[in-house]
């Protein structure tokens, strides 16, 4: 009994938890589903809170990136408006208004905007053909980038009629209006400007073009006085400038001063010679050292009297000026070419030709202000001439013909056919030349007020190797004693009558006013070559070298001198250096080639005698390449 009791409580009491864990589980899950909807809910929740948090981030940084484009915007904006009112201040135009017309010509076509229109073309056209390196900046009424330009009174408000309120409350713009009124002979046109009323212009009503051409006269000659008279040059109305630059030099503000002194200068000296306009050029250099387009006159003028050292010196006291700070007569953006210009012509004045060439060639692709279209490739010619390059020389003269197909012959083209015959020592074509050319220069004030000094020169030299010595003493007699290029040629006269002290006495005379120039040393070094003195010779071409060590006129003649030394293996090297200088000159490669001979280099030799055989070379030149290629 006692055992089945035990067994019966022992089945009662403690049954396996592990059975009956699984019987519980077959009727009841082990998690309650309140508790699993309760953490779906919290994971919704959660989810729903982190996106709102990135919302709520995304939000505020596009707050910033908004807040940040606004004031993008308004700085842009504000920059706009101020760029405007800053544009508007420095504003110095012309606004041309539509003209008021009788009631019938309008409505024949002949509209206040048309009467306008045809009055602003006139003044671009004019102004276009106005050449100067005046500065924009320097004038008073410069008519600058917002330039001339029709008003017609628009509706409502636009960026243009903003543009046109600013400068007209803050800016400097010259503003014109007038009226055309009907006549008993025709029409009277008349402009109003800031400064007060044209004279106006009367006339035929089918002469309106013509009226309008003198009305827009009168209205540059009043708004741009300086400028007008650089037109009234261009047309060769030189009296009628001058009469405009004497009264801005005299009366006009510092700027207009200055500039109009030059000009000034330059037309008294074209209306009445040299002599007459250069002690005004000089004051304006007194009154404004760094007035540089004096410089250049003064420049000029100073070359074309014979006064090389003083032309030298002037053109250095030029470049001192540009190299200095301050300068406020070239355009800042100009200084740098302006600058480069002043070395090439201090070169030019050495004899360094070859040094000139870079400066014209880019001249001669995009003009400089106040130099004109046709400076680079006439200068071109006139500086290949120079270096005996004649068919350089004829292609730049051919562009000046291609630019000015109409212009009639030129000094420049009889300068080149007076030393191209010249450097051929074709001395009967030289005098013929000569000839041409002197009475081209005598057709002006100008030219005969330098004849003496300049195409006289080549005259005398011409009749001397002719034998005509009594011609040739009485031409050069005139010329003055401060003359260098008249030294010269008169002791080249002497050399060729065999007075050999009366020549010495001439160069040494023209190198005592010219202390800095090569050109009289180069003359004596080859005066003495001839005379069979090498040795004194050789002095002088060291000389020349020293004072301009690109000119390559000493360099071929030191050489010259060495072979007549028997020293040819030292002249290749100044053959050489010449070459640099003056690569297309056909006697420098003839004794080239010649010096390759006695240096026993033949082979060499004929490279150079081909080259000179396709340059020019004067007859006795000629014949010699024939005996050293031939012989």
């Not at 050292?289 to 002037?314: C, F, K, R, T």
């Not at 680079?376 to 562009?399: I, K, S, V």
């Not at 010649?594 to 150079?608: N, Q, R, S, T, V």
Request: glycine share 8%; aromatic share 8%.
């Amino acid at each position: 009994m006692s055992e089945e009791k035990s067994a019966a409580g022992e089945a009662a009491g403690t049954a396996d938890p592990i059975a009956m864990g699984m019987a519980m589980g077959r009727a009841t899950p082990l998690v309650d589903d309140e508790l699993i909807g309760y953490l779906r809910d919290q994971r919704h929740h959660l989810h729903e809170q982190l996106r709102q948090i990135h919302l709520d981030i995304w939000e505020k940084w596009l707050g910033v990136f908004l807040r940040l484009a606004t004031a993008i915007v308004g700085v842009a904006a504000a920059g706009a408006v101020s760029w405007l009112i800053w544009q508007a201040s420095q504003s110095n135009g012309l606004r041309i208004e539509p003209f008021s017309v009788p009631p019938d010509l309008a409505a024949r076509g002949l509209t206040g905007e048309v009467v306008a229109t045809k009055l602003l073309d006139r003044l671009v056209a004019m102004q276009n053909q106005t050449y100067s390196s005046r500065p924009a900046k320097s004038y008073a009424n410069a008519w600058g980038e917002h330039g001339i330009k029709l008003e017609i009174p628009e509706t409502g408000i636009s960026l243009s009629e903003l543009d046109s309120w600013l400068r007209e409350k803050l800016g400097n713009d010259a503003r014109i209006s007038g009226e055309v009124v009907r006549t008993g002979n025709g029409l009277t046109l008349t402009a109003r400007t800031d400064d007060g009323s044209s004279p106006g212009v009367s006339g035929a009503e089918e002469d309106i073009d013509a009226l309008t051409d003198k009305l827009a006269e009168q209205i540059y000659a009043a708004t741009q006085p300086f400028r007008f008279g650089m037109y009234l040059v261009a047309k060769n109305r030189t009296e009628e400038a001058l009469v405009i630059f004497r009264r801005l030099a005299l009366t006009g503000d510092r700027d207009d001063r200055v500039w109009a002194y030059s000009r000034w200068g330059l037309s008294v000296a074209t209306l009445s010679g040299v002599d007459a306009g250069l002690p005004i050029l000089k004051r304006s250099i007194e009154i404004e050292p760094g007035s540089i387009n004096s410089y250049d006159q003064i420049g000029v003028i100073e070359a074309d009297n014979g006064h090389w050292e003083e032309m030298l010196q002037n053109y250095r006291a030029q470049l001192a000026q540009l190299m200095g700070n301050g300068q406020r007569f070239v355009a800042p953006s100009d200084i740098a070419l302006r600058r480069r210009i002043a070395e090439a012509t201090i070169a030019q004045s050495l004899g360094a030709l070859h040094d000139l060439l870079p400066v014209l060639e880019e001249l001669s692709r995009k003009p400089f202000p106040g130099f004109g279209p046709g400076f680079g490739p006439a200068q071109r010619a006139r500086t290949y001439g120079y270096l005996r390059d004649f068919a350089a020389a004829r292609a730049a003269l051919g562009e000046l013909h291609n630019m000015f197909p109409d212009a009639p012959p030129t000094g420049l083209e009889l300068m080149l056919a007076s030393g191209q015959s010249h450097l051929r020592q074709d001395w009967k074509a030289a005098l013929a030349a000569d000839g041409r050319r002197l009475a081209y220069v005598q057709q002006t004030t100008r030219g005969r007020s330098t004849a003496a000094t300049t195409v006289t020169l080549p005259l005398a030299e011409s009749l001397a190797h002719l034998g005509r010595f009594a011609e040739a003493e009485r031409t050069i007699a005139p010329t003055p004693a401060d003359c260098y290029p008249c030294l010269r040629i008169r002791a080249q006269i002497a050399e060729l009558q065999h007075q050999s002290a009366r020549a010495d006495f001439w160069f040494a005379r023209a190198i005592a006013i010219g202390p800095s120039l090569p050109y009289a040393e180069y003359d004596w070094g080859q005066v003495l070559l001839a005379r069979g003195k090498p040795d004194e010779a050789v002095a002088q071409f060291v000389i020349a070298n020293k004072k301009s060590p690109h000119f390559p006129d000493a360099l071929e003649g030191w050489g010259e001198a060495l072979m007549a030394k028997n020293q040819s293996h030292l002249a290749l090297a100044k053959f050489a250096e010449a070459e640099k200088y003056a690569p297309n000159w056909g006697r420098l490669h003839l004794k080239w080639g010649e010096a390759l001979i006695y240096a026993g280099k033949p082979e060499d030799a004929k490279a150079h005698f081909a080259r000179a055989a396709a340059l020019d070379l004067s007859p006795s030149e000629k014949s010699e390449l024939t005996r050293m290629t031939h012989g």
